[in-house]
């Protein structure tokens, strides 16, 4: 043999050997296709559309949507409703809406069905029909309850029992010393119920660097404290159509020193509809209707602006 025909024979022989290697490869790597594999491809299975998966409704959500007529009834009576406080003929129980909420722990507003199940809860612990409408009756017994968490004791303070105010903590920080007296402990709880509120950056107050409220914020400050009695009368003789609801005229908290006006908006101590209705949409009057319990303080629900110290205990 040549060597020309024996290099050929060489290279042919190595072609064939790379060609075998290859196709060992390929054999290893490639996935194997069987007939049923092949047919698949040709014929695939018809995709079946999803399935709509409903979620049954929960038992609160169902019991909620039992009381859909009473959330109507309900936005009716919210400024329909007449009833009598004061000596004087009220319309409606909007004004106390929060007040209501946060007693029976609603997290919707009252014309919602959520709000009509959870006023039934109380209806029927008060032996009312649990029908979940804020009729007369059942407002009534909310009004009963406020006025029974208010002050028991309304015996006049003594001198040594009061503390002057600092101007900084009142509405006018130019008030005459002599009234902005109040009660010792209720002044210390409401310097902390004060720094919480200052501390909570919802409410976006102006505060000190030291978390006070600053001199130039007017919400929350104090608009009125401990009055004598001869100090009510004057009031009393500037204002001769405030009614008993406004203005009491024998026993007034305020004699106590544990009476506060706290300023939460609109005209600091109006009684109108109107001048309410600002106040009690303002943050600062909801963030007390929350929290001012945990620092001793009750409201008097017919003043959005009127807050008593009971004890943190009470």
Excluded: C
Excluded at 7 to 35: G, N, Y
Excluded at 58 to 72: M, N, R
Excluded at 138 to 154: E, P
Aim: net charge neutral.
């Amino acid at each position: 043999m040549s060597s020309g025909k024996g290099f050929l024979i060489r290279k042919a022989s190595l072609l064939l050997l790379a060609a075998l290697v290859f196709l060992q490869i390929e054999r290893a790597v490639a996935p194997s296709l069987s007939k049923n594999d092949l047919a698949s491809e040709k014929n695939p299975a018809p995709v079946e559309p999803p399935v709509e998966i409903r979620a049954e409704p929960t038992e609160k959500t169902a019991t909620a949507a039992k009381f859909a007529p009473a959330a109507t009834r309900n936005l009716q009576l919210k400024t329909g409703i007449g009833w009598n406080f004061g000596g004087k003929q009220q319309q409606g129980w909007q004004i106390y809406e929060a007040l209501i909420r946060e007693t029976i722990k609603a997290g919707t507003s009252a014309d919602e069905n959520e709000f009509a199940a959870a006023l039934s809860e109380r209806q029927k612990s008060r032996g009312l029909s649990p029908n979940g409408i804020l009729d007369e009756a059942t407002f009534q017994t909310f009004v009963a309850d406020w006025q029974s968490q208010r002050l028991k004791q309304r015996t006049p303070a003594e001198a040594d029992e009061l503390i002057e105010g600092a101007p900084a903590d009142f509405y006018d920080p130019g008030r005459a010393a002599e009234l902005r007296q109040l009660e010792r402990e209720t002044y210390a709880a409401y310097k902390k119920m004060a720094a919480a509120a200052a501390n909570d950056k919802s409410l976006n107050l102006k505060t000190n660097s030291d978390g006070t409220l600053a001199a130039g914020e007017r919400f929350l400050k104090i608009v009125s404290s401990h009055r004598s009695r001869e100090y009510q009368n004057q009031l009393r003789a500037a204002s001769p159509n405030s009614g008993r609801a406004a203005l009491a005229v024998n026993f007034s908290p305020h004699f106590t020193g544990r009476a506060l006006d706290i300023y939460v908006g609109g005209e600091p101590v109006s009684t109108e509809d109107q001048n309410r209705l600002i106040q009690i949409n303002t943050p600062a009057y909801r963030w007390l209707v929350k929290n001012a319990a945990q620092f001793g303080f009750r409201p008097y629900f017919y003043e959005p602006w009127h807050w008593e110290y009971v004890g943190a205990n009470e």
